[in-house]
């Protein structure tokens, strides 16, 4: 009578191939780590002196403080800011109507910085930023 | 075996060289925001950290020097490929971002503020 032949399996790969495993291993997370993607929102912001002084004044003024908001002059209140310059964009059809002068305090956070200018992206304004500096005020001689 | 080793050995001193231009070892917590898209890759990446420390590619630099480093490390770029990624700390004040977003601007870059989606 024939024994039954053993299948011999193999249960530990050779201590040679540890280096070239460690190797690709490391390769794999290295990739893995790299081909993670910031996410994030793109922003075009034309230089204030492109805005032509004649329309400055008819434009969106919105100037962003540390607690609240100001919408030509008028305070408003974070959470009412996107209704607010909705109802201020309505019905502007030209780009040129559409471009809002944001000017900031200078304690005026960023994450409240960010969150108006995306909502005013959002409403389909054009933001323009209006730096400390260039808002100074010539005094007539 | 020896080969193995070259290999390995290779590959740490090319980690060790990317680290350098990398920024992931700054502290900062990003903003908020809705309508988010995934950044494309970038050549340059400024980092204003929770110390208020402006970083470019990793390295801390002055405000001053930002629009020249930038411009130089875009070149003759097209129009967009030329994106800068910001990540800014969200309690970050004004007085500090606001010139290096006038630095960008200078420097001809695409702006792309690395921000988190908005929390409801």
């Not at chain 1, 993607?37 to 805005?51: C, L, M, Y």
């Not at chain 2, 740490?12 to 990003?30: C, G, N, T």
């Not at chain 2, 400024?46 to 629009?67: M, P, R, S, T």
């Not at chain 2, 003759?76 to 630095?103: C, M, N, Y």
Request: hydrophobic share 40%; proline share 3%; with cysteine.
């Amino acid at each position: 009578m024939r024994a039954r032949r053993q299948s011999k399996l193999l249960v530990e790969s050779p201590s040679s191939a540890t280096g070239d495993i460690a190797f690709n291993l490391i390769v794999f997370f290295l990739v893995c780590a790299s081909i993670q993607p910031d996410a994030g929102r793109k922003q075009t912001i034309p230089k204030s002196e492109t805005v032509e002084k004649q329309e400055e004044n008819e434009n969106i003024k919105v100037e962003v403080r540390r607690t609240s908001v100001l919408v030509n002059g008028e305070v408003t209140a974070y959470n009412q800011f996107q209704d607010a310059i909705a109802r201020k964009l309505a019905g502007k059809t030209n780009q040129t109507e559409k471009i809002v002068v944001v000017t900031s305090q200078k304690d005026a956070p960023y994450k409240q910085w960010i969150l108006v200018t995306s909502q005013i992206e959002d409403a389909g304004g054009v933001v323009t930023v209006q730096m400390e500096e260039e808002r100074e005020v010539m005094l007539p001689q | 075996m020896a080969m193995g080793d070259i290999a390995f050995n290779l590959l740490i001193f090319f980690v060790i060289l990317a680290r350098a231009q990398d920024d992931s070892h700054l502290k900062w917590e990003p903003a908020e925001a809705s309508n988010l898209e995934a950044s494309d890759h970038s050549r340059a990446s400024i980092v204003v950290d929770k110390e208020n420390d402006l970083y470019l590619n990793g390295q801390k630099i002055g405000v001053g020097q930002l629009a020249g480093e930038v411009e130089d490390l875009l070149g003759d770029l097209p129009a967009g490929e030329r994106t800068v990624l910001l990540k800014i700390h969200s309690e970050t004040l004004a007085q500090r971002f606001e010139p290096v977003l006038e630095a960008v601007s200078e420097a001809g870059g695409e702006l792309v503020h690395i921000v988190e989606p908005e929390s409801q």
